[in-house]
């Protein structure tokens, strides 16, 4: 996959924020086109799919995902999987979906998201699906020159709350650095002797 880059920063005794900058910039794999499908395996509106300017598409930083905007958080919240048809629609590898809208109206982050697939039903924080994300967000990004950043949250609906930050740096209008990073808990400290 490549070498990944970490940042620890110490907050207290227990954890700070960790930070990781992805080895691999996600690429896009495919357009989404079946709305009518979409709308149909996450129990939603065809009208509810897309959020501003951002489409569904499939996207990989090392794993794929099927990114699908929704129009609000409230979309987002009332979710409910039809899973006689969720592999014929989420056909790309795991048949996974990362579900996000933007959230002007929450003070505490700017998107929201839900992981579902993967064998493991939804997921309360999915790294590897806002990596992706990052490329879906680079696309539309009416940044040509300089960094973003985002907080999502994730997991809120399930009730196990979960904070990805994610960083992008654009230059010439092109995505040149991706991150990603959350709050971390020292489960132990020790020091690697690599010799001479």
Not at 168 to 192: D, F, K, P, S, W
Request: charged content about 25%; aromatic content about 6%.
């Amino acid at each position: 996959m490549g070498l990944i880059t970490a940042l620890f920063e110490r907050r207290d005794k227990r954890g700070g924020e960790a930070r990781f900058a992805l080895p691999r910039l996600p690429s896009r794999i495919a357009s989404l086109t079946d709305r009518l499908g979409m709308a149909q395996a996450l129990g939603i509106d065809i009208d509810d799919i897309g959020c501003d300017v951002l489409q569904p598409a499939v996207f990989s930083a090392g794993v794929t995902f099927h990114l699908v905007p929704v129009r609000n958080a409230e979309v987002l919240r009332r979710i409910n999987i039809n899973t006689r048809i969720w592999d014929s629609v989420f056909s790309h590898d795991h048949n996974s979906a990362y579900v996000f809208t933007r959230t002007p109206e929450e003070s505490d982050n700017d998107l929201a998201a839900r992981m579902f697939g993967m064998d493991v039903g939804e997921d309360p924080g999915t790294g590897s699906a806002a990596a992706a994300l990052i490329g879906l967000l680079a696309e539309n990004s009416d940044v040509a020159n300089g960094q973003t950043d985002f907080v999502l949250r994730q997991g809120h609906e399930m009730g196990r709350p979960c904070r990805i930050t994610i960083q992008l740096r654009m230059e010439n209008e092109v995505l040149t650095h991706g991150g990603i990073g959350g709050h971390a808990v020292i489960v132990g400290e020790g020091v690697l002797d690599l010799g001479d």
